[in-house]
């Protein structure tokens, strides 16, 4: 089974603070997201990476970046933390091209428990 | 832009009841996929569905893609307490097919 692990299942942080959160994924799969996921407005992509030191843009990145150093761990950095990023926070993983058996759009996505994050 | 419309919104349901839970959009999609989310959790995939008209089940679940691929709809007989959840319908990106695009989600709680 896919094993995604994210590295807090809460966590509280100050304003003004430096946040990271980690995901880490043992299948070595290609694609990894971050989301996140509020009340009302379901889940919201805020960054992903394609491959090793690849990222792009989802429909939130504001006041968060992305690291991805190597292939299994992904990471969410809140550059300076603001109330309004408290949230549950959710890790996913994906195969990509190398899942030549399965059409992009059709491959699952794999989630981790999820970090609830609270800044003060 | 593509919206998925999930409804209801809120079900709360007796222990043994049937229970329908829809997805709706006006684009055409090439699949979509049903996920569900106990509390405390992430998402799960339950099933992906390709083939307008396609019926597919899992165990008590029915699931049901449109014969025109723009909805859909899951079924579950006899709920159980442990269907308790949040089942989410998410579709490709035209745009970009590595990401998907989410329903905000039907929350569902079975009651003894």
């Known amino acids: ?120 | 832009t593509q919206l998925l419309e999930q409804s209801p919104q809120f079900l709360s349901i007796q222990e043994g009841e049937n229970l329908t839970v829809y997805c709706n959009s006006s684009s055409v999609f090439s699949s979509l996929q049903w996920y569900r989310q106990e509390p405390g959790e992430g998402p799960v995939l339950l099933v992906t569905v390709v083939t307008g008209g396609e019926v597919k089940k899992l165990k008590r679940l029915t699931f049901q893609f449109g014969d025109a691929r723009k909805d859909s709809s899951l079924h579950i007989t006899a709920a159980q307490p442990g269907d308790t959840g949040l089942y989410l319908c998410a579709v490709v990106n035209a745009g970009n097919n590595r990401k998907l695009i989410w329903g905000l989600g039907t929350s569902l709680a079975v009651n003894p």
């Open chain 1, 1 to 120: 089974d896919v094993k995604v692990t994210q590295s807090s299942r809460y966590l509280v942080k100050r304003t003004g603070e430096k946040v990271f959160l980690e995901c880490v994924q043992d299948m070595d799969h290609e694609n990894m997201f971050w989301y996140r996921q509020d009340p009302g407005l379901g889940l919201r992509l805020i960054y992903f990476s394609y491959d090793v030191k690849m990222k792009e843009k989802g429909d939130i990145p504001e006041g968060y970046s992305v690291s991805r150093e190597k292939k299994e761990r992904f990471s969410l950095i809140l550059e300076s933390a603001s109330t309004n990023q408290t949230s549950m926070y959710l890790c996913a993983s994906s195969w990509g091209l190398r899942d030549r058996t399965t059409p992009m759009g059709n491959q699952p996505q794999h989630f981790g428990d999820g970090t609830r994050l609270s800044i003060l």
